[in-house]
């Protein structure tokens, strides 16, 4: 069956520290996978996306995540975190329904905390 | 501007009443669902729809309608609300096809007493 797991439930680092969020998915087909953030009391918002192509992807603020087909991975990695970056990090993998409608399965999400 | 939004942004309600949430996009999408958050479950797709006046249930539709009377608007109905309930609602758009990303509003936090 799909799914996405990420293993850690919560991640502290100290900011200025690098940092990577895990993210494995299980899907037969070509995966597009996503990176959302969600702030304290907000709505998610979109990090990046991978759909196809360069295996390393830049999203905002900058994030990157690395696809790999062969580990069925899409881990997130910044540099050096901000304490700013305190928040919750979900991965999602876009699933086909039928042949024009798609849905989203999420992680159960990872929340990191920077220590300042 | 915010692309998406959702009324109330919080509500009590309570066990066997009837609750509505309100979803609204701007985005111009076909897509739109309704998510629920629950700590240690992540979100879960409840229902969603890609045209109007036609709702899918989603994973978790048991105890829930859904009504999209256009484009932009997009509502979740308990009928008979139940403690199980209380939970954080989420709508998102999506052009799912051409893209396929979700955009999401900034949620309803629902409490049944």
């Known amino acids: 069956a799909q799914s996405v797991t990420q293993p850690d439930a919560r991640v502290t680092v100290s900011e200025g520290a690098s940092l990577q969020l895990r993210c494995k998915y299980s899907y037969s087909a070509t995966p597009y996978l996503f990176w959302y953030v969600q702030y304290p009391r907000q709505g998610l918002q979109l990090l990046l996306k991978y759909y196809s192509g360069d295996p390393v992807v830049q999203g905002v603020n900058s994030f990157e995540a690395e696809f790999s087909k062969s580990n069925s991975s899409f881990h997130l990695q910044k540099a050096s975190v901000h304490?700013?970056?305190?928040?919750?990090?979900?991965?999602?993998?876009?699933?086909?329904?039928?042949?024009?409608?798609?849905?989203?399965i999420f992680g159960l999400g990872t929340t990191l905390q920077v220590q300042p | 501007e915010a692309?998406?939004?959702?009324?109330?942004?919080?509500?009590?309600?309570?066990?066997?009443g009837k609750v509505t949430l309100s979803c609204h996009q701007t985005n111009n999408h076909d897509y739109m669902y309704w998510y629920r958050q629950d700590t240690g479950h992540g979100l879960r797709l409840i229902h969603y729809s890609?045209?109007?006046?036609?709702?899918?249930?989603?994973?978790?539709?048991?105890?829930?309608?859904?009504?999209?009377p256009s484009q932009e608007n997009f509502s979740l109905i308990l009928e008979l609300a139940s403690l199980s309930q209380t939970a954080v609602y989420f709508c998102a758009?999506?052009?799912?096809?051409?893209?396929?990303?979700?955009?999401?509003?900034?949620?309803?936090?629902?409490?049944?007493?």
Not at chain 1, 83 to 104: H, P
Not at chain 2, 93 to 113: A, H, K, M, N
Request: neutral net charge.
């Open chain 1, 83 to 104: 304490w700013s970056d305190s928040a919750v990090y979900f991965c999602a993998l876009s699933l086909i329904i039928t042949g024009n409608t798609g849905k989203l």
């Open chain 2, 3 to 16: 692309a998406v939004t959702q009324s109330p942004r919080s509500k009590v309600a309570v066990t066997g």
């Open chain 2, 50 to 68: 890609y045209v109007a006046d036609s709702t899918e249930k989603g994973d978790i539709p048991d105890g829930y309608k859904a009504s999209r």
């Open chain 2, 93 to 113: 758009s999506s052009d799912w096809g051409s893209s396929y990303e979700q955009y999401f509003g900034p949620g309803t936090r629902l409490t049944v007493l």
